[in-house]
């Protein structure tokens, strides 16, 4: 008797090896945690339970079970059109600047709520400080320029006593200002975090969009669903990528002594050196590049310091070595 089921590796490679989306998806758990993921749910091609990638229903009912399952939230939902990010890629990113912390403090993560960390662009679905705030119980500040991608984080927290104080959601007034009208005077952020905009154009993140479908449905696609949402500001600005994280490190030479390191998501290699450029340019102290995969795709985190060793040791004394 032959068997045609296909077969696939039971750990999903690249993943970070502390993340909770490291094994297949149990659907049948994650569907007692969330009824409303059932009608989404059927066998795909491995005979296994699974979902319609190319569905933004299904992608948002399995992002929903994901957070109640794993990270102790009782209710999540968030406006339609905004855009619904796939939590274990976000996962990575927290795990890795984690380590990347570590490596600072005698290779021990700095973990508890005086750990203060900075999401820019946190967006409607309040993703990284649910994951940052159950992995290491680290407090985040959130800015948005959307008011309803604010109004959308703040319901999150307003409806999970996991996430209530330790999450702090502030308006960016001004699109063209990333830190400047957002830190404080003499407030201290031991950590900057983004996911910006990917795309120069509303053309380019269509085509992204079509392509991407294609792909999860193994066919030709031409009507733009975005599977994953995503308003204009979340998915492109003008000059896309290269010149929103330009923009974010000239601005972070201003705040220097106020963050214990920046970083951000990269997610075209072809984007290094112009980042490389304006590293050198900003004068920073150190660099550092973290590669992370989620299946075929690759990207990569870009972090950065302007402190000096003895600030650095002077920063981890006063704030994560305190008893």
């Not at 945690?33 to 699974?50: G, I, K, M, T």
């Not at 209710?75 to 890629?89: E, F, K, Q, T, V």
């Not at 795990?95 to 967006?123: E, F, M, R, W």
Request: hydrophobic content about 35%.
């Amino acid at each position: 008797m032959v068997n045609n089921k296909k077969e696939h590796p039971a750990v999903k490679p690249k993943i970070h090896p502390r993340s909770k989306h490291l094994g297949r998806y149990d659907f049948k758990l994650f569907i007692e945690c969330n009824p409303d993921l059932a009608p989404f749910v059927r066998n795909n091609a491995y005979s296994d339970l699974s979902i319609d990638f190319s569905n933004p229903d299904a992608v948002k009912m399995l992002n929903k079970a994901l957070l109640i399952y794993y990270y102790n939230l009782t209710d999540w939902d968030i406006p339609a059109h905004y855009l619904c990010p796939p939590i274990p890629g976000r996962a990575d990113y927290i795990h890795h600047i984690a380590d990347l912390l570590a490596t600072y403090n005698q290779g021990k993560i700095p973990t508890g709520q005086s750990v203060h960390c900075l999401d820019v662009g946190v967006g409607a679905s309040c993703i990284y400080p649910i994951i940052g705030i159950n992995e290491y119980g680290w407090t985040f500040t959130g800015t948005e320029t959307d008011p309803i991608a604010l109004q959308s984080a703040d319901k999150i927290i307003q409806s999970n006593a996991v996430l209530k104080g330790k999450i702090d959601l502030r308006l960016q007034t001004d699109p063209m200002d990333i830190f400047r009208g957002i830190i404080l005077q003499d407030e201290q952020f031991d950590l900057t975090i983004c996911n910006p905009p990917f795309h120069a154009s509303a053309a380019e993140a269509q085509a992204g969009t079509l392509r991407k479908l294609s792909n999860l449905s193994q066919q030709r696609i031409t009507k733009p669903t975005l599977n994953f949402g995503g308003k204009n500001s979340e998915l492109w600005c003008e000059g896309g990528e290269i010149r929103f994280v330009r923009t974010m490190i000239r601005q972070s030479r201003k705040f220097a002594t106020s963050c214990f390191l920046f970083s951000t998501l990269i997610s075209k290699e072809s984007n290094l050196r112009a980042v490389y450029g304006a590293l050198k340019q900003a004068e920073v102290i150190e660099v550092h590049t973290i590669e992370m995969g989620q299946g075929n795709k690759t990207s990569r985190i870009v972090a950065w310091t302007f402190l000096t060793p003895k600030q650095q040791n002077v920063w981890m004394e006063s704030r994560w070595m305190k008893k």
